[in-house]
């Protein structure tokens, strides 16, 4: 023991101390995470704990000890138990000259006290209690009881023993209470005008061990039991000053007043406050009300110090959510309530004018709660909050503009708030009223373009919000006529020279118009005069220094192209014409969304206009690819990726039900490049499986009649082969998977068999070389190939060489890749189940591989090495029912062999069903009952 305890002693120092090297310390720290998992570290760090002389040592084991208590202190024997709980109240004496190694030792008896009997609870309760009388008695009991409830949360206890644990504790709340309000007493200036720093800490250790067992739900009743009850909610209030334990107290006040109905505190407390029957919301709400209310003019010269106003505002905002309904109950016949509820909302509304993000966006999300929980026909209620709301939507107008000093990331989480609370606002006050006020901040647009953004934020959040319908009646639709009127004509063009300034308000403001612009989408269908100015208006973005805006320029153009491609179809030459200009300055995203907006476009040309269209588009990115080929370095690669992209995104041009529409795109112009971009980039796997993707979709959107009559498609298959045998390719495997309805309606079937033929030709050899080398997505794609090549053009089932796609299945049934496994038994189920209904050739593949296949896949359910077992079911019922006298004594062999208990539960119901198909044998009866069993 001694020498392990210098050990343990050795690598805790190590690890603590700064000049051992890197690998020293690594091996120190490997050493001490294995050594807390023995039983010796009980009696180890109980010993450094107790005689070690180096404070950080018996930190550290002190942290091993309170580990070992939350996981192993049942493992522990009675005697042992009890021993170390003794010994844990001895050094609360000895450690208490060291506050971080006191608390420390203060959360282990917790730990050891919430593992062990009520009874035990009450004993260390009793022996805290004991020295109670002094300052430091408390500060020690408050310590220990603090940890309890999170120690009772972590620990592993039915239900009866953690309720057994809460009654226990419960009757000590009137002693924790007594020591808070005899520890607030003490820092109350009008009691002791001399307070040491001690005593505040005293105070916040109280109040987070009241919140902790709040959270925890240890009744609050006890609070209000006796007189001082409401005395002690006064003082919680009298706390939350910036001089005051604030965030404790107003962690407490949440818990009381947010969620009354959890912990049962709504009645309690109002009986203690000699709750008025006749008033709605009793005497607790009125006295809730009052007391929050008066923290405006605290709230007011505070505004500089934002942990302080965001805590008044947490529970501001708590006890709003915890009272909705008895806060929006106007119209009672207590008109002394309706006034405290109307100044608790101008309370809200005052805060609101806040410049913090955080605490502002808490009070959005409670607005926006709020005026959710609104109902339209309450008469009443819609006289109190009508004002209280527009008054409400002036102080949000100020609090959103944009300034220099804000966090572009804190804005933008305050704005998607602020989006949500007036999306919820215009459903209770109609469009029409708020498209209206909007107006009105027009109107007193003073050149303060911050201002300007605002309103453009605000109308942004309302078109979103509602259907076209409810914009384009006789009320709404002149509104939105000039607020946007007004966006074309006073927003300032944007620069497009220079450097961009992440500060320049002008962003701000260029990207929200564009993002509002582009929101009224459908309701340009109509408005042709309207719908060009807003084109004209976003082209004007999309060369701004800012890259920002060019990205929501292109956004707004692909969705306003998407929603009015039939209007905007006679402009296409000029659209394409911009879209080459902004090509160079935007990034290939942008570059995809421009594509698919063409798109949208092209679809509703003419007929024999497409084409043309198409050429047009894809002809500079040709040509640009055409320049890479030359280059042929690291940043040309990227480029042609990126343009393969574009490419991919011209082709798939969506008709009216969004499906690929065909096209007449000339495939003698296009293969040739396409060609030659393999032959390039043949080496390079990332350009490969986009070219992959554009011959499919190419293959996919291409007339059929391009590829009757020629070699075409051939050529392309060939290609892949070669690349696939040469690099091992599966994205070339893909390809002909898709290729193959084509291949049938062409009457190319032949050909396809020899494709297909070729490719398992060049998998063979993988299986026979280095087995664990094999690429389980290779496997996989061939036999997917197969299956598919089988399914469309039953022939190539008569190949010849089909015997070594099946022992490629075989091969693959035992992966640890369920796809792979699952497309293995797919083509061997089309092969052979059910085999009554087998052609001759298929007969006689089951004869040849019959008992193979079951043999492989039976053995590697018996063994754990089938993942899915259950996906064998089908194919081994049958195959085994089938030839049950050639594989029942096999199986009889293997699984006598098997270790059962240790089998999966799918694959013992698996087993359980295969020796069923040949139950007629009373020689597996008594193995069926032993996987029943699990034996």
């Known amino acids: 023991m001694e020498q392990l305890t210098q050990t343990v002693h050795h690598a805790i120092v190590t690890l603590n101390g700064n000049a ?179 005593d505040h800490v005293m105070l916040e250790r109280c109040l987070l061990c009241l919140n902790q067992w709040v959270r925890f739900g240890i009744s609050t009743r006890m609070i209000c039991d006796n007189s001082e009850g409401a005395s002690l909610l006064d003082q919680l209030f009298q706390s939350i000053n910036p001089n005051g334990p604030y965030k404790a107290a107003v962690e407490v006040l949440v818990q009381l007043f947010s969620k009354p109905t959890k912990f049962g505190s709504a009645r309690a407390l109002n009986d203690s406050l000699a709750s008025d029957e006749g008033s709605t919301g009793g005497q607790l709400f009125s006295y809730i009300l009052h007391r929050v209310t008066q923290f405006v003019p605290l709230w007011d010269a505070m505004q500089d110090e934002e942990d302080f106003v965001r805590m008044v505002v947490k529970l501001q905002v708590g006890v709003a959510e915890g009272n909705l309904t008895a806060l929006l109950s106007f119209g009672s016949q207590d008109t002394t309530t309706d006034q405290l509820r109307l100044t608790f909302l101008n309370m809200l509304v005052h805060f609101s004018s806040c410049q913090h993000v955080t605490a502002l966006e808490h009070l959005l999300n409670l607005w926006n709660h709020l005026v959710e929980s609104l109902k339209p026909e309450d008469s009443a209620q819609r006289g109190f909050i009508q004002p209280l709301l527009s008054n409400l939507i002036e102080r949000l107008f100020a609090s959103l503009k944009r300034n220099d000093e804000q966090d572009e990331e804190e804005l933008e989480v305050l704005r998607a708030s602020a989006n949500t609370f007036f999306t919820s606002l215009n459903r209770y006050v109609g469009t029409p009223t708020m498209l209206q006020f909007i107006n009105s901040k027009i109107d007193q647009w003073n050149a303060d373009w911050a201002q300007f953004e605002a309103v453009v934020f ?53 990207q929200t118009s564009l993002l509002a612009v582009g929101e009224l989408r459908s309701w340009y269908e109509d408005r042709d005069e309207l719908l060009m100015r807003s084109i004209t208006y976003i082209s004007t973005h999309l060369q701004s220094i800012h890259p920002t805006v060019r990205t929501n320029g292109v ?177 070339c495997i893909d390809l002909c998977i898709k290729s193959v309805p084509l291949a049938v309606t062409i009457h190319m079937e032949d050909d396809m068999c020899n494709v297909v033929a070729g490719f398992v030709e060049a998998t063979f050899p993988l299986i026979q070389s280095d087995v664990n080398a094999t690429d389980t997505s290779i496997l996989k794609s061939i036999l997917q190939l197969a299956e598919a090549t089988s399914k469309s053009i039953p022939k190539f089932l008569q190949w010849n060489g089909i015997d070594r796609l099946i022992q490629l299945a075989v091969y693959a049934l035992p992966t640890n890749e369920r796809d792979t496994c699952k497309a293995a038994v797919q083509f061997l189920e089309l092969l052979f189940a059910p085999p009554r209904e087998m052609r001759e050739r298929e007969r006689e593949l089951y004869a040849r591989y019959g008992k193979l296949v079951v043999q492989s896949s039976f053995e590697a359910l018996i063994t754990g090495l089938m993942p899915q077992p259950i996906i064998h079911g089908k194919l081994l019922y049958y195959l085994v029912f089938n030839d049950k006298n050639n594989v029942e004594g096999w199986i009889r062999e293997k699984i006598e062999g098997a270790n059962i208990p240790l089998m999966d539960a799918e694959a013992k119901a698996l087993c359980i069903s295969v020796l069923f198909s040949v139950r007629d044998n009373r020689r597996f009866k008594s193995i069926i009952n032993d996987f029943r069993n699990g034996k």
Request: proline share 5%; glycine share 4%; aromatic share 8%.
């Open 555 to 731: 956004e707004g153009l692909r969705s306003i192209c998407e929603t009015c491609g039939s209007q905007l179809a006679p402009f296409i030459d000029k659209l394409i014409q911009l879209a080459e200009v902004t090509w160079p300055l935007v990034d290939i995203s942008d570059r995809s969304a421009l594509m698919e907006g063409l798109g949208y476009v092209i679809v509703y040309l003419p007929e024999e206009q497409i084409a043309v269209a198409m050429l047009h588009i894809i002809g500079p990115v040709l040509q640009r690819i055409e320049q890479y080929q030359k280059a042929n370095t690291p940043q040309a690669t990227e480029a042609v990726k990126s343009d393969l992209l574009l490419l991919a995104k011209a082709f798939e041009l969506p008709d009216n039900d969004q499906n690929i529409q065909t096209m007449d795109l000339p495939l003698d112009a296009i293969l040739p490049i396409l060609d030659s971009l393999v032959d390039t980039w043949s080496y390079n796997s990332d350009v490969m499986s986009l070219l992959c993707d554009l011959y499919v979709i190419t293959i996919k959107c291409v007339n059929v009649s391009q590829f009757e009559g020629n070699r075409h498609l051939y050529d392309i298959l060939e290609k892949m082969r070669g690349l696939y045998v040469q690099y091992r390719y599966s994205f």
């Open 458 to 510: 605000i109308f942004g959040c309302v078109t979103c919000s509602v259907n076209v319908d409810e914009l384009s009646n006789s009320t709404s639709s002149p509104l939105v006529e000039r607020i946007l009127n007004s966006i074309f004509t006073w927003t300032p063009t944007p620069s497009t020279t220079g450097r961009p300034n992440r500060l320049d308000p002008m962003r701000y403001l260029h």
């Open 20 to 198: 051992a090297n890197q690998a020293v310390r690594k091996q120190a720290d490997e050493y001490m995470i294995s050594f807390q998992e023995t039983h010796e570290a009980w009696a180890v760090s109980h010993l450094l704990l107790t005689q070690s002389s180096d404070q950080s040592v018996r930190f550290t084991c002190a942290i091993i000890l309170h580990n070992k208590i939350r996981n192993e202190w049942m493992r522990l024997s009675e005697t042992d138990r009890v021993s170390l709980m003794q010994s844990l109240f001895s050094m609360l004496d000895t450690t208490k000259s060291n506050p971080p190694l006191f608390e420390r030792i203060s959360l282990c008896l917790a730990a050891a006290a919430a593992r062990s009997s009520g009874e035990i609870i009450k004993g260390v309760m009793d022996n805290l209690m004991q020295t109670i009388t002094t300052v430091e008695g408390q500060y020690r009991f408050i310590l220990v009881v603090t940890g309890m409830p999170e120690e009772l949360n972590k620990a592993v206890l039915t239900f009866n023993e953690r309720e057994n644990k809460k009654r226990a504790m419960n009757e000590f709340v009137p002693i924790v209470l007594k020591i808070i309000r005899e520890a607030m007493k003490r820092v109350d200036p009008s009691i002791n005008p001399t307070i040491s720093s001690a």
